[in-house]
């Protein structure tokens, strides 16, 4: 078939065969839209039939023929709630109307629905589209600053915004389609795995505490490369390898996607499950999200930011207390002058741990941990336990924004900017 834009301009010049395709070509589309609005299969019908009159006599005002998608989904809208308007009963609130998932930046209100689809298109994105959607619609970014961030003019990222959009549009559109229910996606993941990775990654807004102590982490480890690091994994294939090392959490705070896939609970599993020693220092910086189920309050949130460095390398380069003293001077930047405790711990993947916590008010809060992994380790990501040493750290970066800038509860880390 023509594009729609080709069969737009045909029709406008009176061709009732090129109207009939853009019907054909439109019509499960409007009347999938009309349905997710109305909940009535013949309701839709007649709103699907009146939007498409309605678009035949204002045809003509039509200036941009590539327009015409949203044109008339925007027509198909109108439509749609004028018709659940007039078929109102007794068993509708009156301000039960949903809000149609057109992703208008003016829109401020979403249903439930609304954002599921919405969480679930974010997912479609790369992840540097995703960068740019967090930064302008959760940092608050303006066209400037993202063009400048990306090294672009304003009018090429006003164009990327754009595109975005209409990806993210057309994703929402293709689920209405289909008639996807809330608890599904187009990925079948559940609702709630949805919407966890749809969180914006908050250490990629650096006005935010998460991004600022991310960043202010980062230098402290400038010469260890950044890594990205798979956000769900086969927990099984996990478990029947050597990575069965580093499961320490309980199965009841899993995130499960499915049978066999879960959510990283923390940075280090998904890590050994990736990385490879390949004759050269593995010096790697990692960052994002990690997930875990529980309850959530003050000092927990079910998605939450990490920061892991890792270091293997033959053992005449490294120092183990010489890495100890760049994890304390790196705490000392985040937290200056706050006094610490160095505690001995054990984790099965370290033939020697410490966890370190910080003095707040007389009670000890801990904050990050890091030690020297055990040879079966080394061994598992190709180097040589007798020739090879490798040693880490990993912290939960909101616990840290909470103690540099007196923030009271963990949830309000979201929304804080760092001072």
């Avoid at 990925?187 to 807004?205: K, N």
Wanted: proline share 4%; net charge negative; glycine share 6%.
């Amino acid at each position: 078939m023509e594009p729609l834009a080709a069969l737009v301009r045909r029709a406008q010049a009176g061709d009732l065969k090129a109207f009939g395709d853009l019907v054909h070509a439109t019509q499960s589309k409007v009347y999938a839209l009309a349905r997710s609005v109305l909940h009535d299969p013949a309701l839709a019908e007649d709103a699907a039939q009146q939007a498409f009159l309605r678009a035949f006599r204002r045809l003509g005002e039509l200036q941009e023929p590539e327009a015409f998608a949203g044109w008339l989904r925007r027509i198909a809208i109108t439509v749609a709630l004028n018709i659940r308007r007039g078929h109102r009963t007794t068993l509708l609130r009156l301000d039960d109307v949903p809000e149609v998932p057109v992703l208008d930046e003016a829109e401020s209100r979403w249903s439930d629905l609304q954002r599921h689809r919405l969480s679930a298109a974010l997912l479609s994105l790369s992840p540097e589209d995703r960068q740019v959607c967090d930064r302008r619609y959760h940092g608050g970014w303006s066209t400037a600053r993202l063009a400048a961030a990306s090294g672009v003019d304003d009018a090429a990222m006003r164009k990327r915004l754009q595109r975005i959009r209409q990806k993210l549009r057309k994703e929402m559109e293709a689920m209405e389609e289909r008639t996807v229910p809330h608890g599904e996606s187009r990925r079948d993941f559940p609702t709630q795995i949805v919407e966890l990775l749809a969180r914006p990654a908050l250490i990629d807004l650096p006005e935010n505490p998460v991004g600022h102590l991310a960043a202010m982490l980062r230098e402290s480890f400038v010469d260890f490369r950044d890594v990205t690091l798979p956000e769900l994994f086969d927990f099984e294939q996990a478990r029947e390898t050597i990575a069965n090392e580093a499961i320490y959490v309980e199965a009841t705070e899993l995130h499960r996607v499915d049978e066999r896939r879960i959510l990283r609970y923390d940075l280090t599993l998904p890590l050994l499950l990736t990385v490879r020693y390949e004759a050269a220092p593995l010096k790697i910086w990692a960052s994002g999200k990690c997930y875990r189920a529980g309850t959530i309050d003050a000092t927990h949130l079910e998605a939450f930011h990490q920061a892991e460095v890792f270091w293997l390398d033959d053992a005449a380069r490294i120092d183990p207390w010489a890495f100890t003293g760049r994890v304390l001077a790196a705490t000392d930047r985040m937290l200056p002058g706050r006094t610490v405790k160095l505690v001995p711990t054990e984790y099965t993947m370290c033939r020697q741990a410490w966890e370190l916590s910080v003095d707040v008010d007389g009670d000890w809060f801990e904050v990050l941990a890091w030690g020297i992994f055990s040879d079966k380790i080394v061994g598992h990501l190709g180097g040589d336990p007798s020739r090879h040493t490798a040693v880490g750290f990993g912290c939960g970066l909101e616990r840290i924004a909470m103690l540099r800038y007196g923030i009271d509860d963990i949830r309000k880390v979201e929304s804080a900017r760092a001072s």
